[in-house]
């Protein structure tokens, strides 16, 4: 009989529950306090026969720890949901404090949207090192030894080894692409080039390019004039006007310079374009035989054509930045414009 009661009040200990103050104070009246149905199992004890009384006091016992335990436990848990309730405990109607998320410069963006529009139309990725030597960067690509178009680009030489340079344009990337793979070659390589320049609003001793190669049988001059077409409508929109200006590179002939229609006045006229309706964007023909030969391949079966992009230049225009050092400043209220891109 006892056993049955005892069995109930060890069940109702397990199950009890208390979410407060309240439901606290009404476990303790329950089952911890003197008049608690625990309290009323010590006061049984004179009832039972001394015989018994051992083996009851045992279990009362048990009852009794059991009890205490719980009480323990339940309180722990009120005073952590206290301490949880009160960081609540707070104005909710203030402000949030703001979470300050990253964007992607517009080097970057500009650079991935430029390579997204070739890599579409099957140009793959190359790369070459930033510190180059004299045959990747010049000799390869046709400068004659003390030819004055080595002057053309004011270099960094190494001081020890003016064999060794910072490279002055992406064009070195050709060379590599070229000495190590067989046509048909559809490549383009972006990086960033370094030329001895003093610091403006429209030149830097740092800036990036992106250079485009593509070698194979029977690639003429139509095949760059409507690659770059294509380009300049898918970066710039579909009104964009571009046109090709007879130029001169030692590793081209013939040789271009890249204009596209302004982009602020749509070819009438403004202070972007100088009044003349078109802005550059780089260099570009078709790959001198004598660079083939340089990097074995045979110029009778394969011709070429290549281009060079200033990305600064394309970012610029595209968002009408007018002080390249804009980009290199890490200004936070620049770089905070460019958030949406994402
Ligand atoms: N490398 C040239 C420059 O930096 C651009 C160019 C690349 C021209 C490819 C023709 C072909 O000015």
């Known amino acids: ?11 109702a200990i397990s199950a009890a529950e208390a979410g407060n103050e309240e439901e606290l ?21 004179r009832n039972i026969p001394n015989e018994q009384k051992k083996e009851y006091g045992q279990l009362v016992n ?12 339940l309180i722990d848990q009120v005073n952590l949901a206290k301490k949880h309730t009160k960081s609540f405990d707070q104005d909710l109607t203030l402000p949030p404090t703001n979470i300050a998320a990253g964007g992607i410069h517009p080097l970057t963006a500009t650079r991935q949207r430029i390579i997204e529009i ?6 793959n990725l190359s790369e070459g090192p930033e510190i180059e030597d004299d045959w990747h960067n010049f000799t390869a690509l046709n400068f004659p030894e003390n030819h004055p178009a080595r002057e053309m680009q004011d270099t960094f030489f190494l001081e020890k080894n003016p064999d060794v340079a910072l490279r002055t344009h992406t064009s070195s990337v050709q060379v590599r692409v070229m000495e190590n ?16 320049e003093a610091i403006s609003a429209r030149a830097h001793c740092i800036f990036h390019q992106v250079e485009g190669l593509y070698v194979d049988e029977n690639v003429g001059f139509a095949d760059l004039k409507n690659t770059l077409y294509h380009f300049a409508k898918e970066m710039f929109g579909k009104e964009t006007k571009v046109r090709f200006r007879p130029s001169f590179f030692p590793f081209t002939e013939p040789s271009a310079e890249i204009d ?12 972007v374009c100088k009044g003349s309706g078109w802005v550059e964007i780089g260099g570009s023909g078709m790959v001198d035989p004598n660079v083939l030969e340089n990097c074995g391949i ?5 011709t070429g054509f290549a281009f060079g992009m200033g990305i600064e230049r394309i970012a610029m225009l595209k968002y009408q930045i007018k002080d390249l050092r804009l980009f290199t400043e890490n200004d936070v209220r620049f770089l905070r414009q460019f958030k949406p891109m994402l």
């Not at 383009?188 to 080039?193: A, C, D, H, M, T």
């Not at 596209?260 to 202070?271: F, R, T």
């Open 1 to 11: 009989m006892h056993q049955e009661k005892i069995e109930a009040i060890k069940s």
């Open 25 to 45: 104070e009404a476990y303790r009246m329950k089952f911890i306090s003197k008049k608690s149905v625990v309290g009323e199992l010590f006061a049984e004890m």
């Open 62 to 73: 048990e009852v009794k720890q059991m009890a205490d335990a719980k009480f323990q436990e």
């Open 118 to 123: 070739f890599e579409r139309i099957g140009f």
């Open 181 to 196: 793979q067989k046509p048909p070659i559809r490549t383009l390589s972006p990086g960033r080039v370094y030329r001895n």
């Open 260 to 271: 596209i229609s302004c982009l602020i006045c749509g070819g009438k006229g403004c202070n």
């Open 298 to 302: 045979d110029s009778k079966k394969y």
